[in-house]
T-cell receptor, first 116, second 114 residues
Framework: EAQVTQNPRYLITVTGKKLTVTCSQN?????MSWYRQDPGLGLRQIYY???????DKGDVPEGYKVSRKEKRNFPLILESPSPNQTSLYFC???????????????FGEGSWLTVV | GENVEQHPSTLSVQEGDSAVIKCTYS??????FPWYKQELGKGPQLIID?????GEKKDQRIAVTLNKTAKHFSLHITETQPEDSAVYFC?????????????FGSGTRLQVQP
């Protein structure tokens, strides 16, 4: 079954304590990205990756890091979390980044992160 | 950058009625317009999309219309059912930007009353 898997699904942490949200896809997709979802703002892209070792900033990258050492994994790293990073996070992947047929974006089920 | 506005933010309809959600966008280079449905506790799922070379696309009870001149597109759901209750997001993408992904609207919470 085609899947984008995120962990953890729910996390409460304290300000400044480094954390990593993992993301893995089993579809051999080249393109992966992270979004955060906040009330009234829809989904905003944090970082994206076109392929292994190729990453770039999205619309709201401040306070986040990513890495793409393997094609299937794209972890999101919060080096020093702050309360304004409390949000619902989604990892997503697609075969490629274009808009041609077959490049449907698949989303994971989300990770609720609370920073106190 | 691209700006996408989505209306209404909430929509309540009676079962069997139609629902219409509208989005406007700012970048005339945008040429891909998907709609996503997000059920409680789940990630968004693509339900229909349209590219700029067509004006309308239908898939059973769901249709999307696009007006490129006016830079707006709409989702139409006919004969609504309680399982249509969810949050719906529109999105846009310009093909030439390649590297960047979708710009999303702020979402519409649709409630279908049985």
């Amino acid at each position: 079954e085609a899947q984008v898997t995120q962990n953890p699904r729910y996390l409460i942490t304290v300000t400044g304590k480094k954390l990593t949200v993992t993301c893995s896809q089993n579809m051999n997709h080249e393109y992966m990205s992270w979004y955060r979802q906040d009330p009234g703002l829809g989904l905003r892209q944090i970082y994206y990756s076109m392929n292994v070792e190729v990453t770039d900033k999205g619309d709201v990258p401040e306070g986040y890091k990513v890495s793409r050492k393997e094609k299937r994994n794209f972890p999101l790293i919060l080096e020093s979390p702050s309360p304004n990073q409390t949000s619902l996070y989604f990892c997503a992947s697609s075969l490629r980044s274009g808009t041609g047929g077959g490049n449907t974006i698949y989303f994971g089920e989300g990770s609720w992160l609370t920073v106190v | 950058g691209e700006n996408v506005e989505q209306h209404p933010s909430t929509l309540s309809v009676q079962e069997g009625d139609s629902a219409v959600i509208k989005c406007t966008y700012s970048d005339s280079a945008s040429n891909y317009f998907p709609w996503y449905k997000q059920e409680l506790g789940k990630g968004p799922q693509l339900i229909i999309d349209i590219r700029s070379n067509v004006g309308e696309k239908k898939d059973q009870r769901i249709a999307v219309t696009l007006n490129k001149t006016a830079k707006h597109f709409s989702l139409h759901i006919t004969e609504t059912q309680p399982e249509d209750s969810a949050v719906y997001f529109c999105a846009v993408k310009a093909m030439d930007t390649g590297r960047r992904a979708l710009t999303f609207g702020s979402g519409t919470r649709l409630q279908v009353q049985p």
